[in-house]
């Protein structure tokens, strides 16, 4: 099936190394008996390929090559490669892209045999990933620095959302008017959540009465004066429905922004297979390309998988979606890209907010070209 749309793919394999100082935080959000490979000093492998031309010892640039093709992409001499991927919730639009190149068989026209697994309440992405039951599993970017300061071998190859879609909800007849107008409210949010540590002691909301977030708006529809947390693609369109009247705060728009949907993979299987992972991102993002020329289709696919979403909250959570995947630097650089700058930024945030402390040098991410 031809590929329509204009989506840029990654051109460069860098293996950039991120500053951690980590032997101690304020939340444990992982188990740390995943067999840790981390170490207090130095860098870390994180591919067999050879590196070609660099300036600056940091970028290294993947030599792998596929097997045999008939068109350069699809890999004809053997059977295909099979993989799990386990995504950061039930399947929805923030993660149509993958559904799409399902749809649209860009995964078996990679060499690829793919299942997609959904998520849900208490699963841990990360500890699937670590103890090898699934390949590659999505996660949020501060969750990946949090598993690598506790010595968990996984990086990050891909981010699927530029702008992350956490926010803060509240109603419109509340009087809030700024994020500090919190304070002596009720707030829902899940304990422990790292944004909720660094905008609470950003903006000091040291007065806010934290409730335990549950997944029901049940509590927050009730009781006109207090906020919830919730995702913009969501919430405020299932209240909507319900005839509530809300604004939010975008958690980006407040300055914290980590990398949303981040696919994760273990150190030893992304030193194991370069050509699968790169033919894995390359067939995911000609699907985000997909599922925006071809969103009917796409949605009554996601719609078959996760009945809890009717087509029209499809369809609403894939254009309030769209720039948060499309926008910022995917304009230039392509759907999935990374920067330097914005793990460096979300480290330091997490430091002053006392979810980490900087004691070794740790890879929490790579670039690869495909």
């Not at 304020?26 to 870390?44: D, M, R, V, Y």
């Amino acid at each position: 099936m031809k590929l329509l749309g204009t989506t840029k793919v990654n051109t460069a394999a860098i293996a950039m190394v991120i500053l951690l100082t980590a032997c101690g935080t304020n939340n444990s959000a992982t188990s740390t008996n995943a067999g840790s490979t981390a170490t207090t000093g130095g860098t870390e492998s994180t591919s067999t390929a050879k590196p070609t031309g660099t300036t600056d010892g940091t970028a290294s640039t993947s030599t792998a090559k596929p097997t045999s093709t008939t068109d350069g992409n699809t890999p004809t001499s053997k059977q295909p490669d099979k993989v799990t991927q386990a995504m950061s919730w039930f399947a929805q639009p923030e993660m149509g892209g993958h559904y799409a190149a399902q749809v649209a068989h860009f995964y078996e026209k990679a060499g690829l045999d793919v299942t997609l697994q959904q998520g849900g309440p208490q699963v841990s992405n990360i500890q699937l990933v670590a103890s090898g039951k699934v390949q590659f599993a999505m996660a949020n970017a501060d969750e990946v620095v949090l598993a690598r300061k506790e010595g968990i071998p996984v990086k990050v190859i891909y981010a699927n959302l530029q702008t992350n879609p956490q926010n803060l909800i509240y109603h419109k007849d509340s009087g809030i008017k700024k994020i500090e107008d919190l304070n002596g409210r009720k707030v829902y949010t899940a304990v422990g959540f790292p944004f909720w540590q660094y905008i609470s002691y950003k903006y000091k909301l040291d007065k806010v009465q934290v409730q335990n977030y549950t997944g029901s708006l049940a509590g927050f529809s009730a009781d006109k004066d207090s906020i919830t947390q919730g995702f913009a693609t969501n919430e405020p369109y299932v209240l909507k429905k319900q005839g509530v009247d809300v604004a939010w705060f975008l958690n980006a728009d407040l300055g914290y922004n980590p990398y949303g949907n981040v696919v994760i993979a273990t150190d030893d299987f992304i030193k194991k297979n370069p050509d699968l992972i790169k033919r894995y991102l390359k067939a995911t993002t000609e699907g985000w390309d997909y599922y925006y020329a071809h969103a009917d289709e796409v949605n009554n696919a996601l719609n078959g998988v996760n009945k809890d979403y009717d087509v029209d909250h499809l369809k609403d959570a894939q254009d309030v979606a769209k720039d948060y995947i499309f926008g910022g630097d995917a304009k230039a650089h392509g759907v999935g890209y990374m920067s330097e700058d914005r793990w460096k930024t979300l480290v330091s945030q997490m430091k002053e907010a006392g979810m980490i402390k900087m004691t070794s040098r740790l890879r929490i991410y790579i670039r690869m070209s495909f």
